[in-house]
């Protein structure tokens, strides 16, 4: 069975705090994601990448940061984190066009 | 980036009773793909349904099935005979993987 798995399911951080969302699927993607998802705005992509060490900005990437050195793993980092970046973030992958898998997500809370 | 717009923020339908879902896209891309996802409450993304932009039939899947109007841009989704397990979020991603803020849908008994 196709797994995508976050590693955490809640997080609570302190503000200015140096924050790592791990990710990692088991399906040899190429492809991978990080969303956030907030009441009413529905997701919205932070970054994406498309093979190992690749990266690219998605629509609201400011204050965050990526890194992929395997290709089974993207993790997402918040280098400072602040009390709007409190929110659920999602992780997705898929294979070149097709469907997205997503992870169960991660709530995030920044005190 | 592609732009979604889902105008439909919430709605009630009645149980075995039929629920259609606006999406509309935009894209200067000849070749797409148009996707939807369920949400329901526990949080879990659930792919329903996929449409490429040249497929000669609107695509089907048990009860989903889509309303694929590629002049117009729009794939809505129709939900035949609801059920209560059809209470959730409903998402309709494109191909550039950009979401809208999604239509909240209640089945009510």
């Known amino acids: 069975d196709v797994k995508v798995t976050q590693s955490s399911r809640y997080l609570v951080k302190r503000t200015g705090e140096k924050v790592f969302l791990e990710c990692v699927q088991d399906?040899?993607?190429?492809?991978m994601f990080w969303y956030r998802q907030d009441p009413g705005l529905g997701l919205r992509l932070i970054y994406f990448?498309?093979?190992?060490?690749?990266?690219e900005k998605g629509d609201i990437p400011e204050g965050y940061s990526v890194s992929r050195e395997k290709k089974e793993r993207f993790s997402l980092i918040l280098e400072s984190a602040s009390t709007n970046q409190t929110s659920m973030y999602l992780c997705a992958s898929r294979q070149q066009r097709e469907k997205l898998f997503f992870g169960s997500g991660t709530q995030l809370s920044v005190l | 980036a592609q732009k979604i717009t889902q105008t439909q923020p919430g709605m009630f339908v009645q149980e075995k009773e039929a629920v259609t879902l606006d999406c509309t896209y935009d894209?200067?891309?000849?070749?797409?793909?148009l996707f939807w996802y369920k949400q329901p409450s526990s949080g879990e993304m659930i792919f329903l349904i996929y449409q490429g932009s040249y497929d000669e039939q609107n695509a089907t899947e048990g009860r989903y099935s889509l309303n694929f109007q590629k002049a117009r841009k729009s794939a809505n989704l129709v939900i035949s005979a609801s059920q209560l397990g059809d209470s959730a979020m409903y998402f309709c991603p494109g191909n550039k993987l950009t979401f809208g803020g999604g239509t909240r849908v209640l089945v009510k008994p």
């Open positions: 894209t200067s891309d000849q070749s797409y793909g």
């Open positions: 399906m040899d993607h190429e492809n």
């Open positions: 990448s498309y093979d190992v060490k690749m990266k």
